[in-house]
């Protein structure tokens, strides 16, 4: 979030914002041409020149009132003048989850889907007092069941110590960096686990959209609860075995065919503007008993993009194809065949139309 203050200073001035700004504020001032400076330079009598102080503060900024003075200063003669102002943070509330997924699972077995909830607000979520959020799922296959546990130990296999979870109020007492107070703080996520499960004569190519929720209600300082927030994961029953399919994406804002940044399952926020590109990263692991035969993994080009063939898709396993640099269709890799617990990676990248 930013703001500007527009001040007219009169005389040699430097320029001095707050002497001490709250944690992840800054301020920077500019003049009538949105040029940085830090001092008005010489002015006669009378005169002035105006000056933008751009303040910028974090998304996760607390509501309230915060007091900022602004100085002025001659370094000849030590005449000053201070102006002060008072930045009301208001209230924001926002959920985010990530993201959808999908997997095959034998009759009468079951697949986990890892998601990640984030507090993307300002305020405490899901606490139980002021905020409730309800954890729920529904499946739309008649013989598919689901349940949902927290990653207690944040390691990322779902383990015997991982509970079920109906509520992020939930979300107290975990280890390894997870959440040790009820809730999400703001900034805070926190790993769910979908464990879908197929009843023994569930017919093969039966295929099954489990919905994941998490439902926020109740007021903080006056503020509604934020969007109920959704993923949905989709499980198909086969009788070759089961493969689970997880994407994950990465900014690559030079277009230099490399990710700025590890890849991640949430939202690209930053950088994701016309002319910039992402890279996409599918990873297909085999999650039963037997080998998987004749495994294909296919993504279509997103709308509003082109594949962009700097470095080319590849596979860690099989042969890949794609469409031509700067054209749509779909990438697809023939991956052969892939044992219990192996996986294979298919990367690429597509650039955002200017």
């Known amino acids: 979030m930013q703001f500007a203050r527009i001040c007219r200073w009169a005389g040699v001035a430097a320029l001095v914002g707050a002497l001490t700004l709250p944690a992840g504020w800054s301020v920077v001032f500019k003049d009538a041409g949105g040029a940085v400076i830090t001092n008005s330079g010489a002015?006669?009598?009378?005169?002035?020149?105006?000056?933008?102080?751009?303040?910028?503060?974090?998304?996760?900024?607390?509501?309230?009132?915060?007091?900022?003075?602004?100085?002025?200063?001659?370094?000849?003669?030590?005449?000053?003048?201070?102006?002060?102002?008072?930045?009301?943070?208001?209230?924001?509330?926002?959920?985010?989850?990530?993201a959808d997924q999908s997997g095959t699972v034998v009759a009468g077995g079951s697949v986990v889907y890892s998601h990640t909830v984030t507090n993307t607000g300002n305020v405490l979520e899901?606490?139980?007092v002021l905020s409730q959020a309800t954890i729920a799922t529904s499946d739309s296959a008649a013989g598919f069941t689901s349940i949902v546990y927290w990653d207690k130990n944040n390691d990322g296999v779902l383990d015997a110590g991982d509970p079920v979870v109906t509520t992020l109020a939930q979300l107290t007492g975990g280890s390894n960096g997870a959440s040790t107070a009820a809730g999400l703080d703001p900034g805070e996520s926190a790993r769910l686990f979908v464990q879908v499960s197929a009843a023994a004569a569930t017919p093969d190519g039966t295929v099954d959209a489990t919905t994941l929720s998490v439902a926020t209600s109740g007021l903080v300082n006056g503020a509604a609860a934020p969007a109920t927030v959704v993923v949905t994961d989709t499980t198909t029953a086969s009788a070759l075995g089961q493969i689970t399919l997880v994407k994950a994406q990465a900014l690559d804002a030079d277009c230099d065919g490399v990710a700025d940044s590890a890849f991640g399952?949430?939202?690209?926020?930053?950088?994701?503007?016309?002319?910039?590109?992402?890279?996409?990263?599918?990873?297909?692991t085999n999650t039963g008993g037997s080998d998987v035969n004749a495994v294909v993994v296919s993504d279509a080009i997103p709308a509003n993009t082109t594949y962009h063939g700097t470095v080319a898709a590849a596979t860690s396993a099989g042969t890949v194809s794609a469409p031509a640099n700067g054209a749509t269709g779909t990438v697809q890799a023939n991956i052969g065949s892939l044992p219990p617990a192996q996986a294979a990676v298919v990367t690429f990248g597509v650039r955002i139309n200017p």
């Open 43 to 98: 002015l006669d009598p009378t005169a002035n020149k105006l000056v933008y102080a751009d303040v910028t503060l974090p998304n996760d900024a607390p509501p309230g009132a915060v007091d900022l003075y602004f100085r002025a200063i001659s370094p000849t003669t030590n005449t000053a003048d201070v102006l002060h102002d008072v930045v009301t943070v208001n209230v924001v509330r926002s959920l985010t989850l990530t």
């Open 126 to 128: 899901g606490d139980g």
């Open 265 to 284: 399952t949430g939202d690209i926020t930053t950088g994701a503007v016309p002319g910039a590109c992402i890279r996409y990263q599918i990873t297909a």
